[in-house]
């Protein structure tokens, strides 16, 4: 089975840090996807990218970033967290268009 | 820009009812995919729906794909206690999914 990897569960993190959320997949998938979810706006799209050093905007980029220098790696980055960036994090990976298979997320509060 | 609206929101059914969520698109979709999420977890892929008017099965879940493309539905036969969750679909348009907002699902024994 396809695993993905989220570094941390829970995270506490103080307004104006800089904050790196990592997510790692083992099964050689091309496509990496960075997720929201907040109740009642279901998940929403970040960032994602197709291939190694590659990225696209989603939906809500602003006040992320990401990085992809591995293809197994794809990074989220809050250059500066803020109160409104408290939520779940969900990482996502898959083969072309199948299925995607997400990491357990990490639920992010920013104080 | 693209949308995918789910209803309903919330479901509340007695165990062994039937549950049915609904996923409409603002366009055409190439294809549908539904996922589910329990309590405290991530989503789970269940199934995807590529062809007009196609129907798929798996066990007591019954998933459909619009002959339009741009409306599906996920029902479940005599629901049991472990279908609680959050159900959601996810449509293909141009080149990215689009997630529902979601249905959450909840089953009294």
């Known amino acids: 089975d396809v695993k993905v990897t989220q570094s941390s569960r829970y995270l506490v993190k103080r307004t104006g840090e800089k904050v790196f959320l990592e997510c790692v997949q083992d099964?050689?998938?091309?496509?990496m996807f960075w997720y929201r979810q907040d109740p009642g706006l279901g998940l929403r799209l970040i960032y994602f990218?197709?291939?190694?050093?590659?990225?696209e905007k989603g939906d809500i980029p602003e006040g992320y970033s990401v990085s992809r220098e591995k293809k197994e790696r794809f990074s989220l980055i809050l250059e500066s967290a803020s109160t409104n960036q408290t939520s779940m994090y969900l990482c996502?990976?898959?083969?072309?268009?199948?299925?995607?298979?997400f990491g357990s997320g990490t639920r992010l509060t920013v104080v | 820009g693209q949308q995918v609206m789910q209803i309903p929101q919330y479901q509340h059914v007695q165990e062994g009812e039937d549950f049915t969520t609904y996923c409409n698109s603002s366009t055409t979709l190439s294809n549908i995919q539904w996922y589910k999420q329990r309590p405290g977890g991530h989503p789970v892929f269940l199934i995807q729906?590529?062809?007009?008017?196609e129907v798929k099965k798996q066990k007591r879940l019954t998933f459909q794909f619009g002959e339009a493309k741009k409306n599906s539905s996920l029902h479940i036969t005599a629901t049991q206690t472990t279908d609680v969750g959050t159900y959601f679909c996810?449509?293909?348009?141009?080149?990215?999914?689009?997630f529902g907002t979601g249905t959450r699902l909840k089953v009294l024994a």
């Open positions: 990218s197709y291939d190694v050093k590659m990225k």
């Open positions: 996502a990976s898959s083969l072309a268009s199948y299925g995607y298979t």
């Open positions: 729906l590529v062809k007009s008017g």
């Open positions: 996810a449509g293909k348009g141009t080149y990215k999914y689009i």
């Open positions: 099964m050689d998938h091309e496509n």
